[in-house]
């Protein structure tokens, strides 16, 4: 049973950064690709930024320049650094799994953590 731990949410004023982390367990995390998904309020969950086993990154056109996703095998992690924060970022984000080649991992999910973006 895998399992995603979420954790780095909070409040962050706008222009500031945060950073996530999604530590996993009970899988083989360095064969997983990985991502970061998030959801406003009434809308369906939106994919931010994934990652490939071999550290191969995507990004969704409003967050290039400003996100970076990356991840340390040896901690099971994944990460999303999160620069130039703006309130249009305020959301939940869900860190999300699959054991196979993949641009938007869906299989496993963590709980979510809760982004905040507010003077």
């Known amino acids: 049973q895998v399992q995603l731990v979420e954790s780095g949410g909070g409040l962050v004023q706008p222009g500031g950064s945060l950073r996530l982390s999604c530590v996993a367990s009970?899988?083989?995390?360095?064969?997983?690709?990985m991502g970061w998904y998030r959801q406003f309020p009434d809308k369906e969950r939106e994919l931010v930024a994934s990652i490939s086993s071999s550290a191969y990154a995507y990004y969704t056109d409003s967050v290039k320049g400003r996100f970076t996703i990356s991840r340390d095998n040896d901690k099971n992690t994944v990460y999303l650094k999160m620069n130039s924060e703006d309130p249009g970022d305020t959301a939940i984000y869900y860190c999300?799994?699959?054991?196979?080649?993949?641009?938007?991992?869906?299989?496993?999910w963590g709980r979510g953590a809760q982004v905040t973006v507010s003077p």
């Open positions: 999300a799994g699959a054991p196979i080649k993949t641009c938007q991992p869906r299989d496993y």
């Open positions: 009970g899988g083989t995390f360095e064969t997983y690709a």
